[in-house]
Nanobody, 112 residues
């Protein structure tokens, strides 16, 4: 079964940056839409950003201008560059490949 693998989470102070990676063995980001979601403790999982096969991107309003989604088709990897992080960005971040394959998530904690 195909399962994306996320990495790059961690703990940072407000205003800091992190880059998340999602590698999807067996899938290619040039044939699938790739999404990032996040789920804060006690909350529903919410969509953050997506990148289409042609490179078109879209973002949830609260992360526009701070987060950037990109991909490296040769590496079957999608990235989420997160800048100017805020405490409310604290969540488990999940990658979703091809609209159906979920990863296990990577934790991001923003705290002073």
């Amino acid at each position: 079964q195909v399962q994306p693998v996320e990495s790059g989470g961690g703990s940072v102070q407000p205003g800091g940056s992190l880059r998340l990676s999602c590698t999807a063995p067996g899938l290619t980001s040039n044939t699938c839409v790739m999404d990032w979601y996040r789920q804060a403790e006690g909350a529903q999982r919410r969509w953050v950003a997506f990148i289409a096969t042609g490179g078109k991107t879209s973002y949830e309003n609260s992360v526009k201008g701070r987060f950037t989604i990109s991909k490296d088709d040769a590496k079957d990897t999608v990235y989420l560059q997160m800048n100017s992080l805020k405490p409310e960005d604290t969540a488990m971040y999940f990658c979703k490949a091809c609209g159906q394959y979920w990863g296990q998530g990577t934790q991001v904690t923003v705290s002073s």
